[in-house]
Each structure stands twice: as structure tokens, then as C-alpha cells.
């Protein structure tokens, strides 16, 4: 039995920290662009040769990459689900989120965007499917589709690779014990937002992916999840944690312990708000250089 289960209001289990990069239209090493996935190869003029999927990264914007990558009008490649008979399983009821594996795929001269997720989608069930990873999500009493769930809620949440076991520990301890997941995460895709930023009015959003007010995992995995989280997902790291934040980049603390977990997110808490005032002071001065130029 659980017990002394804090208001949802007090609590914000995971609070990343984490800087977001964001490059658009850059160009690297002469051959790759940002878009927000890469590709790579080609010429200046021409359309580049492989399309590359990071860890983590949404369908759309999969999607989004798959339309410039093969120059076809936005939103073209998500109008071809309809036509690419992809593989997924039966919980997925059609929505290929967790299934387009991140890796490189060629993009040859006849590449189709059913042909690009379709190769994607074989990927991942390559991956999925194999007997180590179902024995893996039948020892923790869960099926595949569920394991994938889990992965990329760890893919999103973890700050580093060696926190990705610890991650799925705490929500395997939190799905033991009847608690709400309590992911910033899966608001975030509730809201259709790509960047950590959850306010105390996010957490209301009435979505099947807020997790704050709804139990058990998402409905559908939150972006598509590599190999490190699927492992982890699988094997957890030993361990009581209910509670985890970034307090710093590097600096993520685990916890059984509500009181502790509230110390840490106060540190934390007060280093967001002293990078804030830095920044806007920084801005202030910006301006002020700009009139006194005026």
C-alpha cells in the first residue's frame, strides 16, 4: 500500500534542466544540414544521398525530414501512411510513433516517403522483436509495444546514457506503487511542444499523454526511442527511486525520499530563476548598447 502520496500540484517529478540546441538551415562539415534530423551527402544543388534519425526525435518530425529530404511539399510524407502498409503492431492501431528507429537511410534517386518508413518501421521490428527483447518485456510483465512506450519515455527524460536505467526504474517503481507517471515529458508531447517547459497550467491539459492526471503509460510511445533506451527498458537499474531531477547539466539526483526530492528541486528551481535573471540583464545591456549606437 502507498502511502502519504503527495498533491499533484506539489510535485514535479522530472524537471530535466537540460539546453536545447535548436540549429536550423546549417550547414555541417560541407555535407549535413540540420532540419531537425540530418542529411547527409550530396552536393550543393543536389539532394543529399542518406537521411539520418537521431534518437529520440517525434514522427512529425520524421516526417517533416522525410518532405525535405525527398524536396516534397510539407506535409506529403504523413499523407502517405495511408499507402505504406507498415508492419506495426496491433496496439498500435496504425500510428507508427516509437517505430520510426533512429539510424541512416539511403535515399536513392526512386526513394518514395512509403518506402523510407516502411524501411524504418522493418528496422525497428528487427530491433523489437528479436528473442532478447521480448524475454526482456515478458520478465517485467509487459508486452513489446509497452516496452517501446517506456523507451521512449526514457529516451526523452534521460540526461545522459548511464541515467536511462535508473530513469525506467523510477517509473517501473511508480507503476508498481499505483502513482501517475508524472512525466514533463509526455506533456510536452501533449501539447505538441519539442522543447522541455512545463508550467503549473501544462500539467491540466486534458490529453491521454498527460500523465499527471491520467495513470498507467501513454497511450502511444512519445517519440521514437534507440537502442540504449530500449535496453534500459527492459533492464532497469536496481534501485527505490520514485523521484529524479536535473539540477544541473550532469548533475541528476535519484530519490525514494519526498523530502529530499523537494530539496533537490529547489536547488533546482533556484538555478533556473538565477539563469533567467542572467539572461535578462544580458538582454537589458544588449539594448542599452543598441541606443546609445542610435
Known amino acids: 500500500m502507498q502511502t502519504n502520496t503527495p498533491s499533484r500540484k506539489s510535485i514535479r517529478l522530472t524537471r530535466r ?36 534519425v537521431p534518437e529520440g526525435r517525434r514522427a512529425n518530425q520524421v516526417y517533416a525530414a522525410v518532405d525535405k529530404a525527398l ?9 502517405s501512411l495511408a499507402k505504406a502498409d507498415l508492419k506495426l503492431p496491433g496496439d498500435a492501431d496504425g500510428n507508427p510513433e516509437g517505430y520510426l528507429f533512429p539510424a541512416a537511410y539511403p535515399l536513392e534517386e526512386k526513394t518514395t516517403p512509403e518506402r ?10 528487427r530491433k523489437f522483436n528479436g528473442a ?7 520478465r517485467n510483465a509487459m508486452n513489446v509495444y509497452q516496452a517501446v512506450t517506456i523507451a521512449s519515455i526514457v529516451q526523452a527524460e534521460a ?25 514533463d515529458s509526455t506533456v510536452d508531447y ?18 491521454p499523454y498527460n500523465s499527471y492526471t491520467r495513470m498507467g503509460l501513454p497511450p502511444t510511445p512519445i517519440d521514437n526511442p534507440g537502442e540504449e533506451a530500449m535496453r534500459a527498458a527492459i533492464n532497469p537499474t536496481p534501485g527505490d527511486w520514485l523521484y529524479f531531477v536535473t539540477v544541473k547539466p550532469g548533475d541528476t539526483r535519484f530519490t525514494a525520499d519526498h523530502d529530499e526530492h523537494q530539496k533537490d528541486l529547489a536547488e533546482f528551481n533556484a538555478r533556473q530563476q538565477k539563469e533567467k535573471q542572467g539572461q535578462e540583464q544580458e538582454q537589458e545591456q544588449e539594448q542599452k548598447g543598441k541606443e546609445k549606437q542610435a
Not at 161 to 178: C, H, P, Q, S, T
Open 17 to 52: 534542466g537540460r539546453l536545447v540546441l535548436v540549429v536550423t538551415g546549417a550547414v555541417v562539415a560541407g555535407t549535413a544540414v540540420a532540419v531537425p534530423l540530418l542529411l547527409l551527402g550530396g552536393g550543393a544543388d543536389s539532394r543529399p544521398a542518406t537521411l539520418v
Open 71 to 79: 524536396e516534397l511539399p510539407a506535409g506529403s510524407t504523413k499523407k
Open 116 to 125: 523510407l518508413l516502411a524501411l524504418m518501421v522493418e528496422t525497428a521490428n
Open 132 to 138: 532478447p527483447v521480448a524475454a526482456g518485456a515478458q
Open 159 to 183: 540526461s545522459s546514457k548511464a541515467d536511462m536505467g535508473k530513469v525506467a526504474r523510477v517509473i517501473f517503481n511508480r507503476l508498481e506503487r499505483g502513482m501517475p507517471l508524472q512525466m
Open 190 to 207: 501533449a501539447l505538441g511542444r519539442s522543447t522541455p517547459g512545463v508550467k503549473e497550467r501544462d500539467i491540466e491539459a486534458d490529453s
